[in-house]
């Protein structure tokens, strides 16, 4: 397959012969206003009957970037996950690896068959039945009309619409046409399967039996490029990944490393990173209620001060006071709310309900929450913090931010949780 482009080309055989596709500074832009996109494109389509060479490497007026430089291979048998926020870019990759559209510089090299899957019922004739779209669908993506009928029975049987086969596509719901496009995209026996969210839809049986055909294609030498939002998916399916954002490759390499770096932008985007202690002002004995909450940290086992507390490590948070007056059986609360998803609750802890009868001198006093671990996963929290005595209340911060990090493997957790490994003969 090779299409000759304006500016760049996309070929066939990369000198791997391993390489199923390999993306070399690869880029894309777009017009965000319809009648000026509607003018370049007659300003190019001119240029290019005037046989001169139009300039692809520089933004006119309101065009933007959806892709750019972008550059990465695929060899036989491998899963590559393509991660990042919507607009990031990915569906533009995939349609332009599929043909369906032109990069305006780069080079795309493409080997073997190729069926992309990157539209639910792409391909259809909504007013065609099942079994007329199955032939029309199959051929399309390369097989004859033989091939098609050897066929049949194991893709309906795959997708699951025997019922409805001789009804038009236009009267099944989205996703009976999701399982047929799926059933007849991992059919055709292709080199290359490109996956745009399909693998969202459908029962959780559907769901399984997509993964197992997945693995059973990538024995036998296919390789995928998928794109999801869902990242256990993108952990469980590829071993490499890619991670864009507005257009720009930002990392790639191993699946659980990229994810995390996925993960921790996305926990962290469009708030500030929160670090350090928490200092509070001195209170007039006139404010007082008898002890006041003078700073809140968090601290290593060495005693020093973190400012990012790390999952999986070590770790104590420490509530800093001053009592004017002793007190007995007090009472510490903690309610943790995480600022990077819905501002769920997480976690709620309290000396009472752990049976811990705290007694403050008065001065200064630090009450320390010792934790072998920090069981949150990356992202940004509040803290909210209390000491009291039965109903009586002495001081509360209202929030305590704080950003916790990760140096391990913790993106398919919803908390890091502590654990040994034993091996026990009997």
């Not at 003018?39 to 001119?46: F, K, W």
């Not at 004859?144 to 619409?161: C, H, L, M, N, R």
């Not at 055709?188 to 399984?208: C, H, Q």
Request: some cysteine; overall charge neutral; aromatic content about 8%.
């Amino acid at each position: 397959m090779t299409t000759e482009l304006s500016d760049r080309e996309i070929t066939v055989e990369p000198e791997d012969s391993e390489v199923v596709i390999s993306v070399e500074r690869l880029s894309k832009k777009f017009c965000r206003n319809l009648r000026r996109s509607l003018l370049y494109g007659v300003q190019d389509i001119t240029t290019e009957l005037l046989g001169r060479k139009r300039t692809s490497t520089r933004l006119r007026s309101q065009e933007f970037w959806a892709l750019k430089n972008v550059s990465f291979q695929l060899r036989r048998g491998e899963a590559l996950g393509l991660v990042g926020s919507n607009g990031a870019g990915k569906s533009t990759l995939l349609r332009i690896i599929s043909g369906l559209i032109n990069p305006d510089t780069g080079s795309v090299k493409i080997r073997g068959r190729l069926a992309p899957l990157i539209a639910l019922g792409a391909g259809f004739n909504p007013i065609l039945t099942g079994r007329e779209n199955i032939y029309a669908n199959m051929s399309i993506l390369g097989l004859s009309t033989k091939e098609i009928k050897a066929k049949f029975d194991e893709v309906v049987d795959f997708a699951e619409i025997w019922d409805a086969i001789d009804a038009p596509v236009q009267n099944y719901s989205s996703g009976m046409a999701a399982r047929l496009g799926f059933a007849c995209a991992v059919h055709t026996d292709p080199d290359i399967l490109l996956i745009d969210e399909v693998l969202a839809v459908g029962d959780i049986k559907f769901k399984m039996k997509c993964h197992r055909k997945l693995a059973k294609l990538r024995e036998n030498g296919t390789a995928f490029v998928l794109v999801s939002h869902n990242s256990h998916s993108i952990l469980n399916i590829c071993n490499t990944a890619i991670y864009l954002a507005k257009g720009q490759l930002i990392t790639s390499g191993e699946t659980e490393a990229v994810v995390r770096k996925y993960e921790e932008d996305l926990c962290l985007s469009g708030m500030e990173k929160a670090t350090g202690p928490l200092i509070l002002p001195k209170k007039s004995p006139e404010e007082s209620f008898g002890l006041d909450i003078i700073s809140v940290c968090f601290k290593d086992e060495q005693g020093n001060i973190l400012d990012t507390p790390m999952s999986g490590e070590p770790t104590s948070l420490c509530v800093e006071c001053f009592a004017h007056k002793y007190i007995d059986n007090a009472n510490v609360g903690i309610l943790v709310t995480s600022l990077s998803g819905e501002s769920d609750r997480v976690l709620y802890l309290t000396s009472a309900s752990d049976n811990e009868i705290l007694t403050i001198a008065p001065g200064s006093t630090e009450i320390q929450i010792q934790m072998p671990y920090c069981c949150l996963i990356p992202g940004v929290y509040s803290a909210k913090i209390y000491i009291r005595s039965g109903v009586c209340s002495f001081d509360i911060v209202e929030s305590f931010r704080f950003t916790v990090q990760a140096d391990k493997t913790i993106s398919r957790c919803l908390f890091y949780q502590p654990r040994t490994w034993k091996v026990i003969k009997k």
